[in-house]
């Protein structure tokens, strides 16, 4: 996913005075007896104790519930807990398990035909039975609407077809081991053929009629309302709904949670909020739930640019890289030191950069620096561009070049520079930036999708780079012929095992070459109050509802 970053910003003392005295107000103004609504006003913080529905706080608000528009955290996770897609993900499993489909797909001798077996006895929230039709009509329209992910399926499909009343046909333009991974993608889920239409930008915003656990009951600019679905063909929720309140800073969510006026806090605390709710957890005031993302920072390093179109340039920077000093000093531990492209979350991802290069080898570094020709009279130079909405971005710029002025006696510099970001994003694929700190949100499950948006190129040349594709997209520029041929190998690859090779392949090629140097992956952080249980993330970070559950307390 494009460099989607849940970036925040510290407040003011004025600020955090006037956030405070509102929500004191509040809970005064809430502890005074009045009748309950069954729709919960907007911006309401909390439910009646002791009604069964969870609180939820978050700064994440979402741009829209249309699964067929929805690209970011914010709308994906809202549009995944009201609906089923034929694939989903059990938590802390990047494995994939049948949900409205019965089993795997059948896949054909060529690897272009999916047959997809699917259930019965399900009805969407409008009372439309689900069946292959309607299925058929929801992958046409995330296809057809030409919604932001759109191209996910329409660069892959060629056809939908229902071949029965309860089994799909989809066949694909080219072979795609990790095709039923993309199935599994939040907005690529059922929704019902009665509320929706066909036709390129013809969304719906603010509605959503899938077959999930729960149905939209209220949709607000700052509070959200879920209802259990009591037609629900499966397990129904623990809880008796949802409702999630969407904070207008770290700040408020922060103090929101810590006064006990949300039952669980998730996206986007700063990290020095975590810590503090990390602690607090240790000494038992409530839970903090740390799980590992899928999410990867790096530095892309473009081969297009002096002085890093010398490989020992490249090299030398993946050589001084201190994983564990960013992890400490900008992180603050919330993260793990990350030695390849793809994360830990794959079995297929190898450590290589920590066998070649290891961290903090600045002897190394010299040594290769010195080799291509560089010196203290005649240091390399390298820019290092950031976003600069991301402040732990910028402090991560920092130190690398605090490290650099320390330890490389001069004959490397780095020079930092924020950049804003929409402009930032733009000029990456233009090639203006030697270097740059991003991270990655992955599209889909699957380990192609750390490689491919990476290192492919469709068009390019050793001499010029790449001119179009991935690489040139992503700012790194890189070209290899022989890893646009593994890209290829991997994706028609069916076999797990032969496909595991290939990515090692890759990935060695890629620590040789150094497009990219891959820095930290991230942890991702729920907190809860102590009566919440089952608190859970799925692996695409998203927080599930479903299993959530709170002891009814009795107000005194």
Sequence with gaps: MSWFSLSVKRWGRITQFLSLFCLCL??????????????????????PTGDGRI???TTAKPRTLDPADAYELASLGLVFNMS?????YEPGSTEIKPQLATALPKVSQDGLTYTIPLRQGVVFHDGTPFNAQAMAFTINRFIQNKGKPSFLLADIVDSIKPTSEYELTIKLKKPFAAFPSLLAFPGVCAVSPKAYEL?????????????????????????????????????????????LQIQTSPVNLFNAFRTGAVDVAYLSLQPDQNRSLEEGGKKGDWQAIAAEGSVVSYLVLNRNQKPLDKLEVRQAIASIIDRPLLNERVLLGQADPLYSMIPTTFKVSLPLFKDKYGDANFDQAKKLLTTAGFSKENPAKVQVWYPSSSPTRSLAAQTLK??????MDGILQFEVTPAEGPAFFKDIAKGLYPAALLDWYPDFLDPDNYVQPFLSCDKGSVAKGCEDGGSQTQGSFYYNEAINKLIDQQRKEQNPEARQKIFTEIQTQVTNDVPYVPLWQNKDYVFAQKGVSSVQLNPTQILVYQTLKKKLRVRS
């Design 402 to 407: 605090s490290l650099v002025d320390v330890k």
């Design 84 to 88: 089923d897609r034929l694939y989903n």
């Design 26 to 47: 509040f809970l005064v103004v809430s502890c005074a007896p009045r009748p309950q609504p069954s729709t919960p006003p907007s911006g309401s913080l909390n439910t």
């Design 199 to 243: 036709g390129a930008g013809k969304f719906k915003p603010n509605i959503f009629v899938g077959t999930g656990p729960y149905k939209l009951g209220q949709y607000g600019t700052d509070s959200i309302r879920f209802d259990v679905f009591d037609k629900y063909w499966g397990e129904k929720p623990a809880n008796k709904g949802v409702n």
């Design 55 to 57: 609180t939820i706080g």
